[in-house]
């Protein structure tokens, strides 16, 4: 099994950053790519970044330029540094793995954007 912890979530103003961070522990040999993917009040999830096993990044258009995911493989953890954010930001995180076609998913982390 899979187990994946996130944190860094909180209260931020508008224009503000902050930095999720997601851990992974258990049967994580041989995982295809980790990701972050969010879902806002009312609406469904939907991918925000991943980074695969070979480090390729992919974003959601909406967070181009102002997300960045990365990852240290030493530690099991993937990151996403989050600047200029905005109100249509808040949203629960959740930090997502794939593993030989498998998705596992953390209980998420909470981002509020608001002044």
């Known amino acids: 099994q899979v187990q994946l912890v996130e944190s860094g979530g909180g209260l931020v103003e508008p224009g503000g950053s902050l930095r999720l961070s997601c851990v992974a522990s258990g049967s994580i040999f041989g995982i295809n790519a980790m990701g972050w993917y969010r879902q806002a009040p009312g609406k469904e999830r939907e991918l925000v970044a991943t980074?695969?096993?070979?480090?390729?990044?992919n974003y959601a258009e909406f967070v181009k330029g102002r997300f960045s995911i990365s990852r240290d493989s030493a530690k099991n953890t993937v990151y996403l540094q989050m600047n200029s954010l905005k109100p249509e930001d808040t949203a629960v995180f959740y930090c997502?793995?794939?593993?030989?076609?498998?998705?596992?998913w953390g209980k998420g982390t909470l981002v509020i954007v608001s002044s």
């Open positions: 980074i695969t096993s070979g480090g390729s990044t």
């Open positions: 997502n793995l794939v593993k030989v076609g498998v998705n596992f």
